[in-house]
């Protein structure tokens, strides 16, 4: 499986997260020791000591609890809900008993907007603000009015953050839809590539099948054929045997040079020291002396290099060519055509057979070849047709696009 988030970089709201666990911590911290140092504070220094102790366990150890050690965001709200209600009740308890305490405003207004949705963090912050405003009649000895300046100080305070969090939530939900996007994209391509190396594989087994028949499968066609017509000759014709079996001798060696070209992913033997227009006058000269059928080769236009791919399939078109002609045409000559032109290379091989229809169906074929020819063909923008009339023969047409 593809890694997909080796490359992957940490949300800008994530790298700084730190930032507003740290302003709400250092804001608890200020306040507690504002109180410390507040000669006018009522009681001892315990009870809003513990209390700050259990206000900082219960934000540490609760988000801690919610989050399972991540930092993804409304995985479960109603619990970090809960989490910043108990926050606020703890903080109302603290600064009941020392006003030092309004400082961890600071904090506890980002916290809630940091790790709420919108709507719950608008219900947290309409809490808070009530909070705030009971607080701060209460301390002022009035009742809570729409006439008092403290109701409309708070509320605008309580507006403002709401735009200010709505600001900030969107921005981070941008960047979770960003990288669920580029998450989605990874995992995509991941699979793709997975698909791709798959289709690779096949394509490969399609290579190697072609390859093993348009060169084993032949080579074992032709040594059958030979030993055949051997066992049909003997004891009468023994001269006859005995070139049939030297055939099937030659044959066979040159099938086990073919099979270890295979295994070795290398081009054909015929190309390796000549060119394609040779390669292919050497095939029909071997074929013409192994069936006793007049082959003749004819080269037309400038022969140039082409790419080893287009060698190959021309080539092996026409040595499937050649072995069909010989299993089903019961043709007496064939002829055979290199075209090269601007932009396109053809290869004709005609025979005066008996034509398709008329062919009779060989117990030595597996009718591969001409598929394996046109999957050749196809991979290189090029095209088989194949042209035959009942008593006139079969003409095998291959035509391969070329950079100019």
């Known amino acids: 499986m593809v890694n997909t988030n080796r490359h992957q970089q940490p949300d800008v709201w994530i790298k700084w997260d730190w930032l507003w666990t740290t302003i709400f911590y250092v804001s608890v911290a200020v306040s507690t020791l504002f109180m410390l140092v507040d000669d006018g504070r009522d009681g001892t220094v315990w009870q809003p000591l513990g209390l700050t102790a259990v206000l900082l366990l219960w934000h540490g150890v609760g988000f801690r609890l ?32 020392s006003p030092a305490y309004y400082f961890v405003l600071a904090g506890l207004f980002s916290q ?32 809570i009015s729409l006439n008092s300046p403290i109701v409309w100080i708070y509320l605008f305070a309580g507006a403002a953050s709401i735009l200010l969090g709505a600001w900030m939530s969107a921005i981070i939900n ?18 793709l590539a997975e698909t791709k190396r ?28 030979h030993l055949e017509a051997a066992e049909q000759a003997m004891p009468d014709q023994p001269e006859t045997v005995q070139k049939h079996l030297d055939q099937a001798r030659k044959t066979a060696r040159l099938s086990l040079d073919q099979a270890r070209r295979v295994v070795q992913d290398l081009r054909p033997d ?87 229809n008329g062919a009779a ?20 923008g090029g095209a088989v047709e194949i042209e035959s009339e009942p008593g006139e023969g079969t003409t095998v047409v291959v035509s391969i696009p070329i950079s100019s």
């Open 66 to 97: 919610v989050y399972g050690g991540g930092k993804v965001r409304d995985v479960r709200p109603y619990r970090q809900f809960i989490v910043l209600l108990g926050d606020i009740g703890l903080w109302f308890l603290l600064v009941g008993l």
């Open 112 to 143: 809630i907007f940091r790790h709420l949705p919108i709507p719950y963090a608008i219900i947290a912050t309409l809490l808070l603000i009530t909070t705030i405003i009971y607080q701060q009649s209460s301390d002022a000895g009035q009742p």
């Open 174 to 191: 941008q960047s979770m839809q960003r990288r669920q996007l580029i998450e989605q994209l990874e995992i995509t391509q991941a699979e």
């Open 198 to 225: 798959h289709e690779g594989m096949l394509e490969e087994r399609q290579r190697l099948a072609r390859e093993i028949h348009d060169t084993l499968a032949q080579g074992f066609t032709s040594i059958v054929m």
């Open 270 to 356: 015929l190309l390796e020291q000549q060119s394609l227009p040779e390669a292919i006058e050497r095939t029909a000269v071997r074929w013409q002396e192994e069936t006793s059928i007049p082959a003749t080769t004819t080269i037309t236009g400038n022969p140039h290099p082409l790419h080893p791919d287009v060698e190959v399939t021309l080539l092996r078109a026409a040595q499937e060519s050649l072995n069909n002609i010989r299993k089903h045409a019961q043709a007496t000559a064939v002829q055979i055509t290199l075209s090269y032109m601007t932009d396109m290379v053809i290869l004709d091989v005609q025979d005066n057979g008996v034509g398709i």
């Open 361 to 380: 169906p060989s117990s030595l074929g597996g009718g591969y070849g001409l598929q394996a020819m046109r999957e050749r063909a196809a991979q290189l």
